[in-house]
């Protein structure tokens, strides 16, 4: 009898917090009550375009500090410059995230220069765009470490400071790439669904600990950076080209409410619900009637291909 009534109140708990969670994602942007960030320190890797260039000018906006990391050393200046200009406070590395010793030394000067970090939002990442058996070895070796190892080495850099203040936020810029498969991208798939299942597995640890620090993993499909050029989605109604100002309007207000997962568009919400139900010659079929399967077939990417 005990345990009955406990399962039934751990299921009436599950539903409340469903019905919350569906309110909230049904707010428009801009309604729900926001933290304060002002004076907080936010780390940015992949700073020196794209999302990340973005997201570290909203960011400095709303007050906080900024720490830019990336391996394009003038990109980064120019984002350094723009938030100088306005500003804000800012300081900027040049990183190989693909080097765990270099994350863990120039972590170790951020601590010594800047301090601790508040916010965390490993952005950083690339792509190559071949089909498997076309990819050279040393560029899928080099995705995973990009996009899945460095997250393990930025995280419990950070991580520690944050456990002891009892404070802080972890984000995990993935991708829709890591909810399924597409092909011409096993090895990002591959990498993003790394990224998905570290957020996961993080948050999971983190829940154990019962510590009040926070994360959000982001998947959305195609933005218009210029590091998915040549993508084609077939109905961009439904699976459109995304603008990264859209993006990052929406990851600021995940990220500003502690929303802990977001998908981008919203479409991509009934993909996830039919892909966890449906055969998988079903949803091959739908991958290909969407255009899905043959998204990457005239992808051009861009020379720096660091999102």
Not at 123 to 133: C, D, E, Q, R, W
Not at 235 to 240: A, K, S
Not at 252 to 259: H, K, P, Q, S, Y
Request: net charge neutral; glycine share 8%; charged share 20%.
């Amino acid at each position: 009898m005990e345990e009955f009534l406990e399962s039934l109140f751990v299921t009436l708990k599950a539903i409340l917090l469903l019905i919350i969670s569906t309110i909230r994602s049904l707010f428009p942007t801009g309604w729900l009550p926001r933290k304060d960030v002002r004076g907080q320190t936010v780390l940015v890797t992949g700073a020196g375009s794209g999302l990340g260039r973005l997201m570290s000018y909203e960011f400095g906006k709303l007050g906080a500090r900024l720490v830019l990391w990336d391996i394009n050393e003038e990109g980064n200046k120019t984002t350094l410059a723009e938030l100088e200009s306005r500003g804000v406070e800012a300081k900027a590395y040049t990183v190989d995230l693909s080097d765990y010793k270099e994350i863990n030394r120039t972590a170790d000067l951020v601590k010594k220069e800047v301090g601790k970090v508040d916010i965390l939002i490993n952005n950083a990442g690339i792509v190559t765009g071949k089909k498997l058996l076309q990819c050279p070895d040393e560029l899928m070796i080099k995705t995973m470490a990009v996009n899945t190892n460095a997250l393990f080495f930025t995280t419990k850099n950070f991580l520690p400071a944050m456990l002891e203040q009892n404070k802080g936020h972890i984000v995990t810029i993935a991708s829709m790439a890591g909810k399924c498969g597409v092909a011409g991208l096993v090895d990002y798939c591959a990498s993003k669904h790394g990224a998905v299942g570290f957020n996961d597995s993080l948050a999971s640890e983190l829940y154990s600990l019962k510590k009040d620090v926070k994360t959000t993993v982001v998947c959305p499909i195609y933005i218009n950076t210029g590091m998915f050029d040549g993508a084609q989605t077939r109905w961009p109604t439904l699976l459109p080209i995304m603008e990264p100002e859209f993006v990052v309007d929406c990851i600021i207000e995940a990220v500003l409410t502690d929303r802990a997962f977001l998908a981008l568009p919203k479409f991509s919400y009934i993909f996830m619900a039919l892909a966890g139900l449906l055969p998988t010659e079903v949803i091959s079929l739908y991958g290909d009637h969407f255009g899905i399967t043959h998204s990457m077939d005239h992808f051009k990417g861009r020379q720096s291909r660091r999102a």
